[in-house]
């Protein structure tokens, strides 16, 4: 038999050969490249496995983490799910929400065990230990039909709250009797000053008339403070009407004038003729003026000047009662309108506290000038009752 390749030529021999031996060399490096692929892949897949096995064993510990703190967590949380059905809660929704169970309608259990209180936006479960109110909010997870129920337990924090309102009554109370002494004070000593005149033998009898009738006028000032602080303590605001501003400080200059000399004062006062209307509680704005007249008598040793001015500036009535006295540091007049400051052994630190509380209920204001040896001025200002009516 032929040998075949011995018909062939020798060159197209050795070009066979030199394609066989090219196709060979490019099947190596594409096997190579094969197998670099294949290492590349397997480390990448070893990453892969070593970032899921990471991930899996992350969200195993916050898995784990998650439970211990659901199991620790005060607040209650109830998973329902969309047919409101209990799927989980934690231990602190089972105490709170006894006898809620998993597999229960979580709106029937509310509706059978649980009331509303409207006021406080609550609900209250009965339940051996005592009544708790508890806080409950809804909440949708995200992409799915189930739902989230928050329980807050607020019973300790509603009876502190409770507690601390009740501390806040009494101390209202307690400010309110203090404000009241603090009022009542003034007129109370003219009263006593003039009872005194009458316990003369040699007082005359129109003198004794007029003495007592002065008595009495001042026991029924007295008798109308009391009801406007009731009217405070029961929440009912000030009846305010129309009066001349010019009479009401004269009242109060008539009040406080036996006490002004008998400390050894001059009162000067500068009172315009005609009416001043004005809007507010004639009682109370007169012990405002009480109240501004018995700090200067303090305030002003004996031979000093107190000057009582009443006039319209800018639209407005004005009332300045000045002293020549000792006047007030930065840092007293800095707290000087605060409840309970006082600068005095006898004060209750009240007086100034009402001045400002009653201007600012009558729509005015009060401003005080003051310095060290220079006496002070307290200026109490008013709107017209021209323009209070148009407020």
Not at 63 to 80: C, K, T, Y
Not at 109 to 119: K, N, W
Not at 134 to 161: A, C, F, K
Not at 250 to 279: H, N
């Amino acid at each position: 038999m032929a040998d075949p390749a011995a018909g062939m030529d020798p060159k197209e021999l050795e070009t066979a050969f030199s394609l066989f031996a090219v196709a060979s060399e490019q099947l190596t490096e594409a096997y190579s490249e094969l197998q670099r692929q294949v290492e590349s892949l397997t480390r990448q897949l070893e990453i892969a496995n070593g970032n899921l096995r990471r991930e899996l064993e992350q969200k195993a510990a916050l898995s784990r983490r998650l439970s211990l703190l659901l199991a620790h967590l005060p607040a209650g949380v109830v998973e329902i799910d969309g047919e409101g059905r209990v799927i989980a809660l934690n231990p602190a929704a089972r105490r709170m929400l006894t006898p809620l169970k998993e597999g229960e309608l979580f709106q029937q259990f509310a509706a059978t065990h649980l009331q509303r209180d409207e006021a406080s936006d609550s609900w209250l479960n009965p339940c051996e230990t005592g009544q708790l109110r508890l806080g409950v909010l809804y909440s949708d997870m995200p992409e799915e039909t189930h739902r989230i129920v928050l329980v807050q337990d607020l019973t300790e924090s509603w009876n502190l709250q409770q507690d601390l309102d009740r501390h806040k009554r009494l101390a209202a109370m307690g400010e309110m009797a203090a404000g009241l002494a603090h009022q009542l004070r003034t007129p109370l000593a003219t009263a006593l000053l003039y009872s005194a005149h009458l316990t003369k033998p040699e007082l005359g009898d129109v003198d004794r008339r007029r003495f007592a009738e002065k008595t009495l006028a001042r026991l029924r000032h007295l008798e109308s403070l009391i009801q406007n602080m009731l009217r405070f303590v029961r929440g009912q605001t000030l009846e305010q009407e129309g009066f001349d501003l010019v009479a009401c400080v004269r009242d109060a200059l008539q009040t406080m004038q036996p006490l002004l000399e008998g400390a050894g004062l001059k009162l000067v006062t500068l009172l315009p003729a005609d009416a001043i209307e004005v809007v507010a509680n004639r009682k109370e704005l007169q012990g405002v003026v009480l109240n501004l007249l018995d700090n200067a008598m303090h305030a002003t040793p004996s031979g000093g000047t107190i000057t009582v001015s009443v006039a319209v500036l800018e639209s407005e009535a004005r009332v300045v009662v000045a002293d020549t006295g000792a006047g007030m540091s930065d840092a007293v007049q800095e707290r000087l309108f605060e409840p309970f400051f006082t600068t005095r052994k006898e004060g209750t630190g009240l007086g100034l506290a009402i001045v400002q509380n009653l201007m600012l209920q009558f729509g005015g204001q009060v401003a005080m000038v003051s310095a060290p040896g220079q006496g002070s001025e307290f200026t109490l200002r008013l709107p017209l009752a021209s323009a209070a009516s148009k407020v």
